[in-house]
């Protein structure tokens, strides 16, 4: 199991990844789809007192009551409006469950890790230290993100302090 | 390879663990005087289970010591070692003693072996023959006492008797198996065992014919001295503890025939042999269920919890969307829906059922502390349990163990007096305790009772004087009760190693709160008291009252929830800042929910919306929302495990639409009322 996983991990780093691809006001993102849980509908939420307000609240997934933050509140672009193609992705990050919201769902992409540009000091709405690199795709560039530092930054504030430290 | 063992480790030593329990239980239940065959074998097997797993890890401490323990119990099972209360007690610091040892193996720290030489020295001296001059006696094999001695088991007694007279399926109570041995068919005395097995259940049903008594008794200490005894023998026997000696008086047996027990009649031998089987065949019986069960991780049950929860959720969905419906078609789906929902609701109260122990797991643990403690304090204390079979959620057993073992601790060390001040009272020199679990509707009651002194109300309210405690005026002798529950209070006018350093009951009181479980005392001067803990059936379940605010949904825990009021204008008063509630002369803070919470309220005069009076440990106060939904069993699901914790919320909960309501956390809304000054000289 383990030599597998390590192959599989190897293959990852090197030759292919699969990345899902969303849209955030006119901005293109990717992330990693194995971080992906599943795609909704957005659905009203109950909201949590004494949040900032990119944490709409939170949702019944199936049993689980999970936090939902709006990135495009969080990261000022496009416009907050919730409709019936808003979209939640429900990412699996660190043995707990967060839905982020999106304008859409675009395309899943199979990206090599040769292609993935190393990403710009500035000119996105992510901190950088967010960035995984820039890939180009059908003459669009597509923003690559590292999802999984960005739910659990302390920026977020999604999880409590000591279990970000637990997580590292 | 060394990582593909340590895998095992986890399974190894809870299996310990349990074999450790298990030898403990028979080692307590054990009669040092007449052991049984068949408890030998099993603390011999738990034993041997232990030594086996530790040599397949190379847990060396433990096989040291488990080995020694093992020579102990396959000599005995022999025949050829004789028990005592010192050996026991010997045996049972062993037990203690490999427990320390698996403890540091699980956390992967050196085992302590200056402790194991200790402990192999010491039973090494226990097995020492020089201590036992009569293990060769019983060497030599008498074949008349050998079946005898098989039956006499601890604590199971054995219908015959000396003037071989044994009665079958009349079975009076006590005494009453007397019938001329000619007469009775192997059947009969199978029958007759049988019967007073059953009974032994109690605990007293206690029979010993003289030749057994004669046997168990004098043949170990004095070897032959078992035939002498022809008229009324006075047999002093003890059952299964030595802190629990119980006289039998057999005067009024009829010696009929003595001839026949001096004599070695075979046919007696046969009939005792019978007898042997029969019990074997009963004993037989909890082990086979023992291999029926399987282990599994909670885990993988707690997300069945959860997926069931939401499979209820789901049928509630189906039911609105049924009702949406009419025509024949509607007809056969509400009857299908019915009959999903009869299912569902019995699937979950199956799946909550797996997660049920029965609450001996706790209890079993107490007659070896009470032994132990009753021994130090020399005190004679009879402990009882019952309702061992009543069912508890897994997840409360565990953090009952610490409170009852306290409860317990006090009622001994405090509450039970010693045998000389007992008899000086007219009490019986051994006092009772008793362990108590019982369900009533949706509640666990489990209570701790003791015939001791009971709670001391004037030496109380002078300690609480002492220690600075607010004491009511006039108080109520629940009131002053509630007091020994405050922090930093202990009436003991020494402070023991047993109880009594003052951080007792509080911590107890707490941690049953914690379980949002209650604690309630009673007790009579002079007769004991009773510490009774009340428990919600589960964890995962609790009462509330669902309100609105703004839109949103909040359930209040129902044990926060005095009394809900409309106000009038003229009871709202203010004070400073700080808006109160007057209600029959008592002042309510009020704290305004839809503030707390960041929603808009419907209206924001108190008149105009609903006050719930609060109450919790710290304070009191009325929380102003807009209106009361109703009252409704919820299921309590963690805020923290995707998000993080939110003040003044306690948890989440799933409605029937499949929305999320917030459980508010009386406590830590009450700390808002405590941050306001003005409100503090009120409160």
């Known amino acids: 199991m383990n030599n597998q996983q390590a192959v599989a991990q190897m293959s990852q780093d090197t030759v292919s990844l699969e990345y899902l691809t969303f849209t955030l006001g006119d901005e293109h993102y990717g992330l990693d789809i194995m971080k992906v849980r599943e795609i909704r509908g957005y659905e009203p939420v109950t909201k949590i007192a004494n949040a900032p307000a990119f944490i709409k609240g939170v949702l019944n997934l199936r049993g689980d009551i999970v936090p939902i933050v709006d990135l495009r509140l969080k990261f000022n672009v496009g416009e907050a409006s919730y409709n019936e193609f808003t979209i939640v992705i429900m990412l699996h990050i660190n043995e707990r469950i967060v839905g982020i919201v999106v304008d859409a769902v675009s395309d899943v992409i199979n990206m090599q890790a040769t292609d993935i540009k190393p990403p710009p000091e500035f000119g996105v709405a992510f901190d950088s230290q967010y960035l995984y690199g820039l890939a180009p795709v059908n003459e669009q560039m597509i923003i690559l993100l590292n999802i999984e530092k960005l739910i659990s930054s302390q920026e977020l504030g999604l999880f409590d302090n000591n279990a970000v430290a637990l997580e590292g | 390879?060394?990582?593909?063992?340590?895998?095992?480790?986890?399974?190894?030593?809870?299996?310990?663990?349990?074999?450790?329990?298990?030898?403990?239980?028979?080692?307590?239940?054990?009669?040092?005087?007449?052991?049984?065959?068949?408890?030998?074998?099993?603390?011999?097997?738990?034993?041997?289970?232990?030594?086996?797993?530790?040599?397949?890890?190379?847990?060396?401490?433990?096989?040291?010591?488990?080995?020694?323990?093992?020579?102990?119990?396959?000599?005995?099972?022999?025949?050829?070692?004789?028990?005592?209360?010192?050996?026991?007690?010997?045996?049972?610091?062993?037990?203690?003693?490999?427990?320390?040892?698996?403890?540091?193996?699980?956390?992967?720290?050196?085992?302590?072996?200056?402790?194991?030489?200790?402990?192999?020295?010491?039973?090494?001296?226990?097995?020492?023959?020089?201590?036992?001059?009569?293990?060769?006696?019983?060497?030599?094999?008498?074949?008349?006492?050998?079946?005898?001695?098989?039956?006499?088991?601890?604590?199971?007694?054995?219908?015959?008797?000396?003037?071989?007279?044994?009665?079958?399926?009349?079975?009076?109570?006590d005494f009453g198996f007397f019938e001329p041995?000619?007469?009775?068919?192997?059947?009969?005395?199978?029958?007759?065992?049988?019967?007073?097995?059953?009974?032994?259940?109690?605990?007293?049903?206690?029979?010993?014919?003289?030749?057994?008594?004669?046997?168990?008794?004098?043949?170990?200490?004095?070897?032959?001295?078992?035939?002498?005894p022809l008229g009324p023998v006075e047999v002093k026997l003890d059952i299964s503890d030595a802190?629990?000696?119980?006289?039998?008086?057999?005067?009024?047996?009829?010696?009929?025939?003595?001839?026949?027990?001096?004599?070695?009649?075979?046919?007696?031998?046969?009939?005792?042999?019978?007898?042997?089987?029969?019990?074997?065949?009963?004993?037989?019986?909890?082990?086979?269920?023992?291999?029926?069960?399987?282990?599994?991780?909670?885990?993988?049950?707690?997300?069945?919890?959860?997926?069931?929860?939401?499979?209820?959720?789901?049928?509630?969905?189906?039911?609105?969307?049924?009702?949406?419906?009419?025509?024949?078609?509607?007809?056969?789906?509400?009857?299908?829906?019915?009959?999903?929902?009869?299912?569902?609701?019995?699937?979950?109260?199956?799946?909550?059922?797996?997660?049920?122990?029965?609450?001996?797991?706790?209890?079993?643990?107490?007659?070896?502390?009470?032994?132990?403690?009753?021994?130090?304090?020399?005190?004679?204390?009879?402990?009882?349990?019952?309702?061992?079979?009543?069912?508890?959620?897994?997840?409360?057993?565990?953090?009952?163990?610490?409170?009852?073992?306290?409860?317990?601790?006090?009622?001994?060390?405090?509450?039970?007096?010693?045998?000389?001040?007992?008899?000086?009272?007219?009490?019986?020199?051994?006092?009772?305790?008793?362990?108590?679990?019982?369900?009533?509707?949706?509640?666990?009651?489990?209570?701790?009772?003791?015939?001791?002194?009971?709670?001391?109300?004037?030496?109380?309210?002078?300690?609480?004087?002492?220690?600075?405690?607010?004491?009511?005026?006039?108080?109520?002798?629940?009131?002053?009760?509630?007091?020994?529950?405050?922090?930093?209070?202990?009436?003991?006018?020494?402070?023991?190693?047993?109880?009594?350093?003052?951080?007792?009951?509080?911590?107890?009181?707490?941690?049953?709160?914690s379980m949002g479980g209650r604690l309630e005392i009673e007790s009579q001067a002079g007769f004991g008291s009773s510490f009774q803990i009340r428990l919600p059936l589960t964890l995962a379940i609790l009462d509330g009252m669902s309100i609105a605010v703004g839109g949103q949904m909040f359930i209040i825990p129902l044990v926060n929830i005095i009394e809900s009021v409309q106000p009038a204008v003229s009871q709202l008063k203010r004070i400073g800042n700080q808006q109160v509630l007057d209600l029959r002369d008592a002042y309510w803070p009020i704290v305004r929910l839809h503030q707390v919470m960041e929603v808009e309220p419907k209206s924001d005069h108190a008149n105009e919306g609903i006050l719930v009076l609060i109450e919790t440990s710290k304070t009191r106060f009325a929380l102003l929302v807009d209106e009361l939904i109703g009252q409704q069993q919820v299921v309590i699901k963690s805020l923290e495990q995707h998000y993080r914790r939110v003040p003044g919320v306690a948890g989440a909960t799933i409605m029937g639409d499949g929305s999320v309501a917030l459980i508010l956390d009386a406590e830590s809304l009450a700390l808002r009322v405590e941050e306001s000054e003005v409100v503090k000289e009120w409160v």
Not at chain 2, 190 to 208: I, K, P
């Open chain 2, 243 to 513: 802190s629990n000696p119980v006289s039998v008086s057999v005067n009024d047996i009829p010696i009929n025939s003595p001839a026949a027990v001096m004599s070695e009649q075979p046919p007696i031998t046969a009939k005792l042999a019978a007898v042997t089987f029969a019990k074997e065949d009963v004993k037989a019986k909890p082990e086979s269920a023992e291999a029926s069960s399987i282990r599994v991780d909670i885990a993988k049950i707690d997300s069945l919890v959860n997926l069931v929860g939401e499979l209820v959720i789901t049928q509630s969905m189906l039911n609105l969307i049924g009702d949406e419906l009419t025509g024949p078609t509607a007809e056969r789906l509400h009857g299908a829906l019915s009959e999903l929902e009869r299912n569902t609701r019995e699937l979950q109260e199956g799946i909550m059922s797996i997660r049920m122990l029965p609450m001996s797991f706790v209890f079993n643990r107490f007659p070896r502390v009470v032994r132990d403690l009753s021994k130090k304090l020399h005190k004679k204390v009879d402990l009882r349990i019952q309702g061992g079979q009543t069912e508890i959620d897994k997840g409360l057993i565990e953090r009952l163990v610490d409170p009852l073992t306290h409860l317990v601790r006090n009622s001994l060390d405090h509450g039970i007096e010693l045998p000389e001040i007992r008899a000086a009272r007219d009490k019986p020199e051994m006092g009772q305790l008793i362990l108590k679990a019982e369900q009533k509707g949706g509640n666990i009651f489990i209570s701790v009772l003791d015939d001791g002194g009971g709670l001391n109300r004037d030496r109380i309210l002078a300690k609480a004087d002492e220690n600075h405690i607010d004491v009511p005026e006039n108080p109520t002798d629940q009131q002053v009760w509630q007091l020994i529950m405050s922090a930093g209070f202990s009436t003991a006018a020494e402070v023991t190693d047993v109880s009594g350093r003052g951080v007792g009951m509080d911590v107890v009181k707490r941690n049953i709160e």
């Open chain 2, 1 to 173: 390879m060394s990582m593909d063992m340590s895998q095992f480790h986890g399974v190894f030593i809870e299996e310990s663990h349990e074999h450790l329990d298990e030898m403990e239980h028979l080692l307590l239940a054990l009669d040092p005087s007449s052991p049984d065959l068949e408890e030998l074998n099993s603390i011999f097997r738990a034993a041997h289970s232990i030594k086996g797993g530790s040599g397949m890890f190379a847990f060396d401490a433990l096989i040291t010591v488990t080995h020694v323990m093992e020579n102990i119990f396959d000599r005995a099972r022999q025949g050829k070692f004789q028990f005592s209360a010192q050996v026991i007690d010997g045996l049972l610091s062993a037990v203690d003693i490999l427990r320390t040892l698996l403890k540091s193996y699980s956390e992967a720290t050196d085992p302590d072996w200056a402790l194991v030489n200790t402990a192999t020295a010491d039973l090494e001296l226990i097995l020492d023959p020089a201590s036992q001059p009569e293990v060769e006696n019983k060497a030599q094999g008498y074949g008349f006492f050998v079946p005898l001695n098989l039956a006499s088991s601890s604590s199971k007694p054995l219908a015959s008797s000396i003037s071989v007279e044994v009665e079958a399926g009349e079975n009076d109570e």
């Open chain 2, 181 to 228: 041995l000619a007469n009775t068919t192997e059947e009969q005395v199978e029958g007759a065992t049988t019967a007073v097995e059953n009974d032994s259940d109690e605990g007293f049903g206690f029979f010993e014919p003289i030749a057994n008594a004669a046997e168990s008794d004098h043949v170990d200490d004095e070897g032959f001295g078992f035939f002498a």
